[in-house]
RNA sequence: CGGAGCGUAGUAUAGUGGUAGUACGCAUGCAUGGGGUGUAUGUAGUCCGAGUUCGAUUCUCGGCGCUCCGACCA
């Protein structure tokens, strides 16, 4: 991709109003664009990010046997209806599109969350314990009617979610999957890069059960948690026990941390509601058993930047990082051309080598550019100069360390492929 | 949803009951060429509605929006 031909720019200024760094830094290097409060726009840049987290996610939840599929937004009164939650608070309520005041209006409620959605097509097919266990997940848009949205992408009022739902015919099956769960999710965020502590936490409307977050400490974060570092102890602050922990020595500490995934064990409460019922060996109708299983993939992107940045700009981790590599053409006055065809030939060599590069050939100053690509953070720097084409070699930078190294094309394409 | 603050150009601000100025940004040209360079020219604005008034960006009322703290929540 050639950096003049991006759909969008980076911005040297921002308004100095917008506070959380998630939110300067990805409105300032172009990845995404404020529509309104808590709804935003993922500019190409920004979604190439997204992308990779979600295909980080859909591996790891592919391996534990749950099926992708995609679920509607415009869920009809209904189904909200059965299950009670047709009055919450955050639920926006979407009208049938007439002016006509003799007709009925709001008749849907866009999908905060896909419970009622999933239930109804459970009652579909899971008949007997054949059928079960099951597990199917989805990568959508969740809407959510926030009092307040803050901090850039950590709370929006439209935001990615990848919501997974399981069935299964005994607690112990859903234990057992819960289990599995919390191991994908581990993978998951090791591989986003993301440090997280699981901690209980009360589980709502849902369920009397425990249930678990997936923290990261920050203080960006909305949540107080509670946490021991040796024994893995974890509790939010909300129904922080301490007497759970009594049998570590170790102190608690506690800080503020963004919560980047929950899971639930539902249990029966939307089976009832929706009769999602099987007949198990002995031909009894037993309720079905379900647990439910929440990333937000954007908020995910918003707590990357809050944890990997310094004063510049974004550092992204390799693994979700927009490119690969950031291909900087220094051409000052090159008169001749020479450093632009060098920059050039590089640029084209990359891409035949399946490296995802980001090529600066705009006409600006060295100091603009060379900002930008601090601001855009990604992981490897690459100039081509004079001073380079001099030397006969390649300058490469990683991001957030303070070293050049004078390298060879071949050296370069082996770092860039390992 | 409770509390606080703020709405004049993309940003930061000045100013005025008689139709808005500065700086930066942005755009274009020329010069420069390893950490946001210089210069010239250009660009763009009073959140919305009602009231008072001959006249409102300014005064009054209402609304809307944005940010921050809290509650709630992925």
Request: net charge neutral; charged share 30%; hydrophobic share 35%.
């Amino acid at each position: 991709m050639k950096q003049s031909q991006l759909f969008a720019k980076t911005s040297r200024k921002l308004s100095e109003s917008e506070a959380s760094k998630n939110a300067q830094f990805l409105l300032r290097g172009g990845f995404i664009d404020k529509s309104s409060a808590g709804v935003y726009t993922l500019l190409p840049l920004g979604l190439r990010v997204l992308e990779k987290i979600n295909k980080i996610i859909r591996e790891e939840i592919n391996a534990i046997g749950a099926e992708e599929l995609l679920m509607p937004s415009l869920i009809q009164k209904k189904y909200w209806e059965k299950s009670g939650r047709w009055g919450v608070d955050v639920i926006y309520k979407t009208s049938t599109g007439t002016e006509n005041k003799d007709k009925k209006d709001f008749e849907y409620g866009l999908g905060w969350t896909h419970e009622e959605v999933i239930s109804a097509i459970a009652v579909k097919f899971i008949n007997s314990y054949k059928d079960l266990p099951k597990a199917a997940y989805q990568i959508q848009t969740k809407f959510r009617a926030e009092a307040r949205p803050q901090a850039g992408l950590l709370r929006g009022r439209e935001f990615s979610m990848k919501d997974l739902y399981s069935f299964h015919e005994s607690k112990e099956d859903l234990d057992n999957y819960y289990e599995k769960v919390i191991n994908a999710y581990k993978n998951i965020f090791k591989r986003l890069g993301l440090k997280t502590l699981i901690c209980e936490t009360g589980g709502g409307d849902f369920t009397k059960e425990y249930t678990h977050e997936f923290q990261v400490l920050n203080p960006a974060g909305e949540d107080t948690i509670f946490y021991c570092e040796k024994c893995g102890f974890g509790q939010n602050q909300e129904v922080y026990k301490p007497e759970a922990h009594k049998n570590c020595k170790n102190p608690i500490q506690s800080g503020r941390a963004i919560e980047v995934g929950n899971i639930f064990k539902l249990g029966i409460k939307f089976s009832e509601a929706f009769g999602i019922s099987f007949l198990n060996k002995n031909g009894e109708k037993k309720p079905v058993i379900m647990g439910s299983y929440g990333i937000g993939p954007t908020r995910v992107l918003g707590t990357i930047v809050e944890e990997f940045s310094d004063e510049y700009g974004i550092i992204w981790p390799e693994t979700v990082a927009p490119f690969q590599v950031h291909l900087v053409e220094l051409s000052g006055k090159d008169s001749d051309g020479k450093v632009t065809k060098a920059a050039m030939a590089l640029y084209e060599k990359l891409v035949k080598n399946d490296i995802e590069v980001l090529y600066d050939d705009r006409d600006a100053s060295t100091g603009e550019k060379l900002n930008d690509a601090d601001l855009m953070g990604i992981p490897n720097r690459v100039v081509i100069s004079e001073k380079t084409l001099a030397a006969k070699k390649i300058e490469l930078k990683i991001r957030g360390s303070k070293k050049t190294d004078l390298i060879s094309e071949a050296e370069l394409i082996k770092i860039l492929q390992k």
